[in-house]
């Protein structure tokens, strides 16, 4: 799921894990900015991008592969259904992967919360979900004034308080694990983010909730 960091670091991190570049079946791109891209043309995977940002990449990546946005598709025995999502990118998209009878729900960029996107994120598994910033860093925090206004925006990134509010309506008894993604160096502290997402959680002794880390290898999951 996209490949923003550099190709060394990724095959250093795959390795990390016993698994090697030739091993990965696909990569699903969510959006075009760079720090989910940087990485694609030189993978040599098929990658898979929204049919509508084709023009970007046909120079680029080798082994392209399109989406619709309204549509599912299968890789594998995984079906994959992505779904648009409010971001400043041409058609930015979340993504379900649902594969033996369980559900994968991945959302990283995302400026507001719409019904389409919990409807999608109903009954998941695994949810990875951005807990950006917090607010009141962010408003005191050294951006400039209008990169805070981007941020804040219903096309920006979402904010602990209102990423909290998402995972509360998802909540069940087989959500296993809820990663915390994307969070800013400058206006968030995993500290805030976990606070947050933990105040919605309450005793929900199920489900872990796990930050993700910007330079460390995160653990495998297994369902």
Known sequence: ??????????????????VQMSDIDAVLITHEHTDHIAALPFLGVPVYVASTTT?????????????????TFCINDALI???P???????????????????????TDIGSVTALVRERLKGVNVLILEFNHDEEMLTYGPYPWDLKQRIKS???????????VLLEGLIHDDLRYVVLAHLSESNNTPKKALEAASSVI??????????????????????
């Open 85 to 107: 999502i409010p971001h400043d990118a041409i058609d930015p998209v979340g993504f379900t992967i649902q594969t033996d009878h369980r559900k994968v729900g991945v959302v």
């Open 154 to 164: 219903r096309l920006g990134h979402l904010s602990n308080g209102d990423a909290a």
């Open 202 to 223: 309450g005793e929900a002794g199920h489900t872990r909730l796990i930050v993700a880390q910007r330079r460390i290898l995160g653990e495998v999951l297994t369902l």
């Open 81 to 83: 259904t992505p779904f």
């Open 1 to 18: 799921m996209d490949a923003g960091i550099s190709p060394k670091q990724i095959v250093i991190r795959l390795k990390a894990l016993g």
């Open 55 to 71: 023009s970007l990449w046909k120079d680029r990546v080798q082994n392209l592969k399109e989406f619709d946005t309204s549509s």
